[in-house]
């Protein structure tokens, strides 16, 4: 057992840190939240590709890196941190991993190098009006017609569909509402029929509404097997549970340092306002959440890294991860007084975040189901 | 980053588990976590049978260097730990071994190992702990208890409180003022150890909201103990006590009680019926349920975090605090739970009536101790703020 990282990981963490803190200050985040058109910088994505980040996990042979998912989480935390908004988690847990696992050789070989060199940008469309996150939540209908499918149907919360070039469909083929006859497109984002508008969220976030109008798609776009689609969907919400747990670690880390600074400067009652032990406890509860957030995540990680099943413990970080930060930011913006809640300020950028990190791959109660089945409540 | 036991280890936890698992066995009726190997005859003799069951194994001096009797690693104490935290079994004096030994190893001199390790190892010996004062809990360093130098002896006068077992223990480890005139309270303060049948030691009890005798205020009426018997310095008693942070901290047994518990708590929803449908499917239990199990996880792995550190000569005295503030408050909430979910059976003491019998009624009153024992909960919390996050101390 060894609970620490490798001196290389601690070397990718700064390199990292220095790179955001540079490319990507404060101001650049509010702009890029507010870029109604875009919301991501493409070059700042393009100096991403070149140190190799968005090729992170794939296979050398492919053009990538070949690092691990563990390695991936570090890169994860730091954007929590610093906060980067843009594509890269949903291109690399929503279309590069599904194509590793799935993939054809050809579509393999036709996609993931141009991920990695940055020129492709990828999504996910699984969620629909239902808000379901399990399989019965899929209505989306793909009919097969000779060399093609037809889909027809809405998603929405579709991350950066707006950039999008790929976009990874989750579509009901047969019949029934459970995991059996679900189908996983590859379509390209620009296929006559697609409409695409950014819903305004919390986290500004740029989760966008998908409607596929007679949508036609090649049947060599299809993702695995048809039919058998829905472990690929699994995969991604397990990936992207903990890929959200870990920019959530970062965002915890940034808003105790935060408060702690604040608490150090503000000046009230001719002291510090960290000198009055009331709020001295909020702050070691805040660091104490965060703390204890860490290594239920890092556990989480390491497993996946490691192949090993991890579907109990990934439900359980997200789960308290969820709601720990969402707890550590509204007493981050609290600390902070009427300051906090301004657009000017920075706090509130996290607060906003934590909402949206919650939801994203499955909310605390989804979680918690899962947990409480895993952990051998009959249902 | 690596959270895998080597095959050893396994090995070895799981014996620690097996001889436990037996141990748990013979445990009396009623026998609910540390405070009741004090209360009864029946819970004080199973706390001595595990301690010499244990002692025979060597269990009693893990991580001590062989040439005081020890063997293996501070990772085979914590696997020790969880086992009994498990099987919620005594026999591992928290005095003795868990405070003391440490203590002594990493301060005494070479004559007070020798004297007093012996003991603790073959569980001869049990330990009380007289520190707190009426005056003087949270503020250990108010303490007013004076040992004032006569000759080769201290002669001591004073009243310690909360001293748990003192009214079993065979000797205690006392914190007491030699310096009555040092210009700051934390100085002239010395650790010393005596024999508690030593003349002019009274001890009373304090009987608990549940009418327990775990807990005891003891008088110390020209207490006379030999100079001798000092760890450490004279006068560097504060420095003695702050040592005690390097006994094992991670609170693996804490938690892995706990993790009992949430396994017996999901076979009891499995296999109770309320209105007609088992509690196991009813969508608030099942939620509240999962929350407990992910704040135990998440407790957990910090935990190994620490144990993993401290196995390294590492310290990690802000996670160790943060450990201790959320396994404390979770057992609490996980007592207000089952209480709960029990309904008007969450009133029941131990009794052919109470359910899991009367485990977690126990536990809805037992719970402070976590909570206030070995720094409050809000000490620690201003531990983590002065010391972990550097915010202004109080004046």
Redesign the interface.
Known sequence: ??????EE?EMLRKAARDFLTAECPKKKVKELEEDEKKGYSPEIWKKMSDLGWQGMVIPEKYGGQGMSY?DFTILLEEMGRNILPGPFICTVIEGVYPIMDAGTEEQKKELLSKIANGELICTMAQLEPNGLFDASGITLKATHKGDHYVLEGTKVFVEMANVADYMLCVARTGKGTAGDGITVFIVDAKSHGIHVEVMPTIGMDKLCEVQFKNVVVPSKNVLGKPDTGWHIVENVMRRGAIAKCAESIGGMQAAVDMT?AY??ERVQYD??I??F?AL??I???M??AM??????V??A???ESEGLPCTK?VA??K??VNEKYKWVTEKGVLLHGAIGTSREHDIPLYYRRAKSADIRYGGT?F???I??NK????? | MDFKLTDEQVKLRKEFFDVCKELEQKKPQGYVGLESNYDTDEGWKYHLYCAKEFARRGWLALDWPSQYGGKGTMMDRVFFAEARGYYDIGGADVFGVEMLAPTLLGAGNEDIKRRFLTGIASADVMWCELWSEPNAGSDLASLTTTAIRKGDEYVLNGQKTWSTGAHRAHWAFAVVRTNPNAEKKHQGLTFLLFDMKTPGITVKPLYYMDDGHYYNEVFLDDVRVPVKNVVGEEGKGWQVTQMLAGFERSNLGAIMCMQRQLEDIVKYCNETKEGGELLAKNPLVRNRIAQVACDLESARCLAYRIADAQSKNEMAPFDASAVKITSGELQARVAHMVTDLVGPYGQVKISRWAKFNGFFETWYQHHFRLNIAMGTNEIQRNIIAWNGLSLSRMK
């Open positions: 057992m060894n609970i620490a990282f490798t990981q563990q702690v608490s150090k002291r510090p960290g000198a032990q001295q406890h702050m070691a509860d660091w104490t703390q204890t957030s860490r290594y239920i890092y556990q990680a390491w497993m413990e359980m970080a789960a308290y109660d979680q918690r189901e947990v409480a952990i051998g409540l009959v249902s």
